[in-house]
Protein backbone atom coordinates (compact mmCIF):
# COMPACT_ATOMS: atom_id res chain seq x y z
CA UNK A 1 0.00 0.00 0.00
CA UNK A 2 1.62 3.14 -1.26
CA UNK A 3 1.68 6.58 1.42
CA UNK A 4 -0.20 9.56 0.23
CA UNK A 5 3.41 10.83 -0.06
CA UNK A 6 3.67 8.55 -2.63
CA UNK A 7 0.48 9.03 -4.04
CA UNK A 8 1.22 12.57 -4.54
CA UNK A 9 4.25 12.19 -6.14
CA UNK A 10 2.95 10.08 -8.57
CA UNK A 11 0.56 12.75 -9.33
CA UNK A 12 2.95 15.36 -9.55
CA UNK A 13 5.02 13.46 -11.77
CA UNK A 14 2.36 13.00 -14.46
CA UNK A 15 1.46 16.38 -14.21
CA UNK A 16 5.08 17.90 -14.68
CA UNK A 17 7.57 15.75 -15.31
CA UNK A 18 10.97 15.83 -14.03
CA UNK A 19 13.12 17.66 -16.13
CA UNK A 20 16.47 15.88 -16.39
CA UNK A 21 19.90 18.18 -16.60
CA UNK A 22 22.89 17.19 -18.01
CA UNK A 23 25.73 17.45 -16.30
CA UNK A 24 27.03 21.00 -17.84
CA UNK A 25 23.57 22.03 -17.18
CA UNK A 26 24.38 21.47 -13.40
CA UNK A 27 27.70 23.14 -13.02
CA UNK A 28 25.93 26.02 -15.15
CA UNK A 29 23.43 26.53 -12.86
CA UNK A 30 25.89 26.20 -9.46
CA UNK A 31 27.80 28.87 -11.47
CA UNK A 32 25.26 30.67 -11.55
CA UNK A 33 24.74 30.38 -8.08
CA UNK A 34 27.90 31.12 -6.90
CA UNK A 35 27.86 34.67 -8.96
CA UNK A 36 24.67 36.04 -8.14
CA UNK A 37 25.53 34.92 -4.29
CA UNK A 38 28.42 36.47 -4.43
CA UNK A 39 26.85 39.63 -6.05
CA UNK A 40 24.32 39.77 -3.06
CA UNK A 41 27.45 39.61 -0.74
CA UNK A 42 28.66 42.27 -2.43
CA UNK A 43 25.85 44.77 -2.30
CA UNK A 44 25.18 43.80 1.06
CA UNK A 45 28.55 44.66 2.37
CA UNK A 46 28.55 47.49 0.79
CA UNK A 47 24.77 48.89 2.12
CA UNK A 48 25.87 47.25 5.72
CA UNK A 49 28.47 50.04 5.49
CA UNK A 50 26.23 52.37 4.28
CA UNK A 51 23.56 51.80 7.43
CA UNK A 52 26.76 52.19 9.68
CA UNK A 53 27.61 55.48 8.35
CA UNK A 54 23.81 56.59 7.76
CA UNK A 55 21.76 58.68 10.21
CA UNK A 56 18.45 57.67 11.52
CA UNK A 57 16.26 58.88 8.38
CA UNK A 58 18.59 57.60 6.23
CA UNK A 59 18.51 54.00 7.63
CA UNK A 60 14.78 52.86 6.67
CA UNK A 61 15.92 53.94 2.97
CA UNK A 62 18.81 52.25 2.88
CA UNK A 63 17.23 49.03 4.30
CA UNK A 64 14.64 48.98 1.44
CA UNK A 65 17.29 49.65 -0.68
CA UNK A 66 19.21 46.47 0.08
CA UNK A 67 15.88 44.36 -0.01
CA UNK A 68 14.65 45.90 -3.67
CA UNK A 69 18.71 45.08 -4.64
CA UNK A 70 18.25 41.08 -3.03
CA UNK A 71 14.89 40.45 -4.73
CA UNK A 72 16.13 42.07 -8.41
CA UNK A 73 19.37 39.66 -7.86
CA UNK A 74 17.13 37.05 -7.05
CA UNK A 75 15.13 37.47 -10.26
CA UNK A 76 18.07 37.72 -12.32
CA UNK A 77 19.46 34.80 -11.13
CA UNK A 78 16.22 32.80 -11.94
CA UNK A 79 15.97 34.09 -15.41
CA UNK A 80 19.49 32.80 -15.96
CA UNK A 81 18.75 29.33 -14.37
CA UNK A 82 15.73 29.26 -16.74
CA UNK A 83 17.92 30.24 -19.92
CA UNK A 84 19.98 27.21 -18.98
CA UNK A 85 17.16 24.58 -17.92
CA UNK A 86 15.35 25.54 -21.56
CA UNK A 87 18.59 23.97 -23.40
Given amino acids: MKSAY ?3 MERLEKSE ?6 PEQK ?3 ADIDKKYDAKI ?3 EIFLQGQLAKAG ?3 R ?3 EKQLLN ?3 RLDEEREAAKDKV ?3
Fill in 60 to 62: AAI
Fill in 6 to 8: ELA
Fill in 69 to 71: ERA
Fill in 27 to 29: AAL
Fill in 85 to 87: RQG
Fill in 41 to 43: AEK
Fill in 17 to 22: PAVKLS
Fill in 56 to 58: HDE
